[in-house]
């Protein structure tokens, strides 16, 4: 059989002729209709692009930015500004935006920040091409409005004539890639004024210390925001969700008598110089506090700042640690976080306690000797030589130890300590502030003899400013115990008012027969006693000198006060001065703090319009009437085992030679007081732990 010829691949042709004239046709239609299509894009883009953008854009979402809310003022009782936050603005920078368009904005957003706020170009132009892709630089924080407010009527164009530094050739819209980002800052027009009571605010709005700290959730607001979207019709709306500003603490605080406080506390502190120097004033009447002033102080607007008490060499030379110590220190409240044996502003707690009791009675007599015998040891009066027979109103007069502790003999220790509770010593008083102490007290069951008889006159227990304050109060108004407050009301950003202060009685010390005796033993105080060099000619004025030897004894270092009230028929306000170890000589020396109150009291009385009751004596032609002239028994102290130490006195002028007696040794507790040391030995005052060494 003839085979066929097979053929050769090459013998065949892919397309033929036809075909390819097809092909050439398909694809000159092809070309031609995405051609056609590419104008028809660019003809929708150029026309309607924007529209078709919106639709897009209608199916996302816009998240936009933060509204920050501003903190709630702080003000003194009259309504003038103790501490505000104030709007400022942070200029933020979007390298992104400015490089954009082929760098267009780049130059004349440059020339712009460099006119309107002196900017170097060439710094900005660095950091812009380190960071191209940047679309959030903070450059600048806490700018006011009066600072950008040029630039940004530049960028709107609302400039009333064109800057001759902005080109012709730049336009006002080619300004991009810069805004400003809101917040507020806190700010305290009066810087250091009463920088214990109000405090501070760190970053984040968290208060530290006073009434930022106890009252910030009051004072804190909540943020808002605004949402961008666009609606049905492609139109950008907003949704606002405004901020919830903060609440105003309207504090009991007067701005007048804290700059008169703080007055003669700086002087005294700058002039003289002590550890810790503090005033504390409060209304007897309903708790209020009204002025609370201490030395050192800070600068509530720069709260870290220690070029006022350091060199930059010795702020080189610290560690962090002892940086932080010296900053707690310095912000401590000492008025209500430091306690302290108050000496013999304790006795009228004593006396009332007495009288209460029925244990005394208003004429009874106590003989001084100058010291009473205790376990072997001798505790001295205030004056070693003695006072001689003392009616119960001159114990408290001229501060006789001896007296007291006979009082104290009659009340037994329980007794005392049911009415040391009664005062609320060893216990917070409740004022709205933080970090206040509770002091410390013996009680009933650890109370020895002697640790009974020193704590007659105010030593071997611990108090703080703000409970003797307290207590005091209770002691002159008629019995009646306020809890101490420094908020007065709280009102929203409207002014309106959402709370209130409630004024309480919390409970009755003394009766008003107690009460009015001691306001009498007081005013006798000051007109003829240790606290004459208070004594202001016209005005009745009472109050009470102490001087306590602090722990250890043998340091002989001391801290002296005095605790007074005006006036003595309607007290309106009570004056507290603390001296902790003045830089004098003689620590022990209570003028210290008396001459200081009588200062205070001479431009407290009249702001207050408490006005002389009595007549003032004419003075005699080459004399003077002032009361430091006259010889009057000081409170001053060179002890050796005295607790109390406040003896060297020789009594008022005139004063007879202090009668003698034999020495009453009282070596165990007298028989029907149903107290004896466990051990049956009293304590040594010498050589016992007591609440201030612990």
Same mark, same amino acid.
């Given at each position: 059989?003839?085979?066929?010829?097979?053929?050769?691949?090459? !013998?065949?042709? %892919?397309?033929?002729?036809?075909?390819?004239?097809? /092909?050439?046709?398909?694809?000159?239609?092809i070309? /031609?209709?995405?051609?056609?299509?590419?104008?028809?894009?660019?003809?929708?883009?150029?026309?309607?692009?924007?529209?078709?953008?919106?639709?897009?854009?209608?199916?996302?979402?816009?998240?936009?930015?933060?509204l920050?809310?501003?903190?709630?003022?702080?003000?003194?009782?009259?309504?003038?500004?103790?501490?505000a936050?104030?709007?400022?603005?942070?200029?933020?920078?979007?390298?992104?935006i400015?490089?954009?368009?082929?760098g267009?904005?780049?130059?004349?957003?440059? $020339?712009?920040?460099?006119? #309107?706020?002196?900017? !170097?170009?060439?710094?900005?132009? &660095?950091?812009?091409?380190?960071?191209?892709?940047?679309?959030?630089?903070?450059?600048?924080?806490?700018?006011?409005?009066d600072?950008?407010?040029?630039?940004?009527?530049?960028?709107?164009?609302?400039l009333?004539?064109?800057?001759?530094?902005?080109?012709?050739?730049?336009?006002?819209s080619? +300004?991009?890639?810069?805004?400003?980002?809101?917040?507020?800052?806190r700010?305290?027009?009066?810087?250091?004024?009463? #920088?214990?009571?109000?405090?501070?605010?760190?970053?984040?709005?968290?208060?530290?210390?006073?009434?930022?700290?106890?009252?910030?959730?009051?004072?804190?607001? $909540?943020?808002?925001?605004?949402?961008?979207?666009?609606?049905?019709?492609?139109?950008?709306?907003?949704?606002?969700?405004?901020?919830?500003?903060?609440?105003?603490?309207?504090?009991?605080?007067?701005?007048?008598?804290?700059?008169? &406080?703080?007055?003669?506390?700086?002087?005294?502190?700058?002039?003289?110089?002590?550890?810790?120097?503090?005033?504390?004033?409060?209304?007897?009447?309903?708790?209020?506090?009204?002025?609370?002033?201490?030395?050192?102080?800070?600068?509530?607007?720069?709260?870290? !700042?220690?070029?006022?008490?350091?060199?930059?060499?010795e +702020?080189?030379?610290?560690?962090?640690?002892?940086?932080?110590?010296?900053?707690?220190?310095?912000?401590?409240?000492?008025?209500?976080?430091?306690?302290?044996?108050?000496?013999?502003?304790?006795?009228?707690?004593?006396?009332?306690?007495?009288?209460?009791?029925a244990?005394?009675?208003?004429? =009874?007599?106590?003989? #001084?000797?100058?010291?009473?015998?205790?376990?072997?040891d001798?505790?001295?009066c205030?004056?070693?030589?003695?006072?001689?027979?003392?009616?119960?109103?001159?114990?408290?007069?001229y501060? #006789?130890?001896?007296?007291?502790?006979?009082?104290?003999?009659?009340?037994?220790?329980?007794?005392?300590?049911?009415? =040391?509770?009664?005062?609320?010593f060893?216990?917070?008083?409740?004022?709205?502030?933080?970090?206040?102490?509770?002091?410390?007290?013996?009680?009933?069951?650890?109370?020895?003899?002697?640790?009974?008889? $020193?704590?007659?006159?105010?030593?071997?227990?611990?108090?703080?400013?703000?409970?003797?304050?307290?207590?005091?109060?209770?002691?002159?108004?008629?019995?009646?115990?306020?809890?101490?407050?420094?908020?007065?009301?709280?009102?929203? &950003?409207?002014?309106?008012t959402?709370?209130?202060?409630?004024?309480?009685?919390?409970k009755?010390?003394?009766?008003?027969?107690?009460?009015?005796?001691?306001?009498e033993?007081?005013?006798?105080?000051?007109?003829?006693?240790?606290g004459?060099?208070s004594?202001?000619?016209?005005?009745?004025?009472?109050?009470?000198?102490?001087?306590?030897?602090?722990?250890?004894?043998?340091?002989?270092?001391f801290?002296?006060?005095? +605790?007074?009230?005006a006036?003595?028929?309607?007290?309106?306000?009570?004056?507290?001065?603390?001296?902790?170890?003045?830089?004098?000589?003689?620590?022990?020396?209570?003028?210290?703090?008396?001459?200081?109150?009588?200062?205070?009291?001479?431009?407290?009385?009249?702001? %207050?319009?408490?006005?002389?009751?009595e007549?003032?004596?004419?003075?005699?032609?080459?004399?003077?009437?002032?009361?430091?002239? $006259?010889?009057?028994?000081e409170?001053?102290?060179?002890?050796?085992t005295?607790?109390?130490?406040?003896?060297?006195?020789?009594?008022?002028?005139?004063?007879?030679?202090?009668?003698?007696?034999?020495?009453v040794?009282?070596e165990?507790?007298?028989?029907?007081?149903?107290?004896?040391?466990?051990?049956?030995?009293?304590? !040594?005052?010498?050589?016992?732990?007591?609440?201030? &060494?612990?």
């Amino acid at each position: 059989m003839r085979q066929k010829k097979r053929k050769k691949p090459t !013998d065949y042709k %892919m397309f033929s002729k036809k075909m390819q004239t097809k /092909l050439v046709q398909l694809f000159l239609m092809i070309a /031609l209709a995405l051609f056609g299509l590419a104008l028809r894009l660019l003809y929708i883009n150029d026309t309607k692009g924007h529209n078709y953008t919106v639709q897009v854009l209608a199916q996302q979402s816009y998240e936009s930015k933060t509204l920050p809310y501003q903190r709630g003022s702080i003000t003194d009782r009259n309504g003038i500004v103790l501490a505000a936050s104030e709007k400022v603005y942070n200029l933020i920078l979007d390298a992104k935006i400015m490089n954009s368009e082929n760098g267009k904005y780049l130059n004349p957003t440059l $020339t712009a920040l460099n006119g #309107c706020f002196g900017y !170097d170009v060439g710094e900005l132009s &660095a950091l812009i091409a380190s960071n191209p892709d940047s679309q959030y630089y903070v450059y600048k924080k806490g700018m006011t409005y009066d600072e950008i407010k040029e630039f940004q009527n530049l960028k709107s164009g609302k400039l009333e004539t064109r800057p001759s530094w902005f080109p012709e050739d730049y336009s006002y819209s080619s +300004i991009q890639g810069v805004w400003f980002e809101e917040e507020y800052k806190r700010n305290y027009p009066y810087s250091t004024l009463a #920088c214990d009571l109000i405090g501070f605010v760190n970053s984040g709005d968290d208060g530290t210390w006073g009434i930022e700290q106890y009252y910030n959730s009051q004072l804190n607001g $909540t943020n808002g925001r605004t949402y961008g979207y666009l609606n049905s019709d492609s139109a950008l709306e907003k949704v606002i969700k405004p901020a919830t500003d903060g609440n105003t603490i309207v504090s009991t605080i007067d701005v007048n008598l804290q700059m008169i &406080a703080e007055k003669y506390v700086k002087e005294y502190y700058e002039t003289v110089g002590a550890k810790n120097v503090a005033v504390l004033m409060m209304n007897p009447n309903n708790g209020e506090i009204l002025a609370e002033a201490t030395a050192p102080w800070f600068d509530l607007n720069n709260p870290r !700042d220690l070029t006022a008490y350091f060199t930059e060499d010795e +702020i080189g030379a610290m560690t962090g640690e002892e940086k932080s110590n010296f900053l707690y220190g310095l912000w401590k409240n000492f008025a209500l976080s430091e306690s302290y044996e108050p000496g013999s502003t304790g006795k009228p707690f004593t006396v009332a306690a007495a009288l209460e009791e029925a244990k005394v009675y208003e004429t =009874q007599e106590f003989l #001084c000797e100058g010291f009473m015998i205790y376990g072997g040891d001798r505790i001295y009066c205030h004056n070693r030589t003695g006072d001689g027979v003392v009616t119960l109103e001159e114990s408290i007069k001229y501060s #006789c130890n001896v007296a007291m502790m006979k009082i104290v003999e009659s009340m037994g220790k329980t007794i005392f300590c049911k009415y =040391q509770d009664i005062f609320n010593f060893g216990k917070k008083t409740g004022i709205d502030l933080p970090g206040e102490e509770s002091g410390l007290l013996y009680g009933v069951e650890h109370m020895g003899l002697t640790d009974l008889v $020193t704590n007659s006159f105010g030593q071997n227990y611990n108090v703080t400013m703000v409970q003797m304050v307290a207590a005091f109060s209770s002691l002159i108004n008629g019995g009646y115990y306020y809890e101490p407050h420094v908020m007065k009301k709280i009102t929203d &950003a409207s002014g309106a008012t959402i709370q209130t202060s409630e004024v309480e009685i919390v409970k009755e010390t003394v009766s008003e027969s107690t009460s009015k005796a001691i306001r009498e033993m007081l005013y006798q105080t000051v007109e003829g006693g240790t606290g004459i060099r208070s004594r202001i000619e016209g005005y009745k004025i009472g109050g009470k000198t102490g001087t306590a030897e602090k722990q250890p004894r043998e340091e002989k270092r001391f801290l002296v006060s005095f +605790i007074s009230f005006a006036p003595v028929d309607d007290p309106q306000i009570v004056v507290y001065v603390v001296i902790d170890e003045p830089n004098i000589e003689k620590q022990s020396d209570a003028s210290q703090a008396t001459v200081m109150s009588k200062k205070l009291y001479s431009e407290i009385l009249p702001y %207050m319009g408490i006005f002389p009751t009595e007549e003032l004596k004419t003075e005699p032609e080459g004399g003077t009437s002032e009361p430091e002239s $006259t010889a009057v028994p000081e409170e001053s102290t060179e002890p050796e085992t005295s607790p109390e130490g406040e003896p060297g006195t020789t009594g008022a002028e005139g004063e007879t030679e202090p009668q003698r007696a034999t020495p009453v040794y009282n070596e165990e507790w007298p028989e029907g007081q149903g107290f004896m040391e466990p051990s049956g030995t009293p304590n !040594d005052p010498e050589t016992e732990t007591s609440p201030a &060494a612990e």
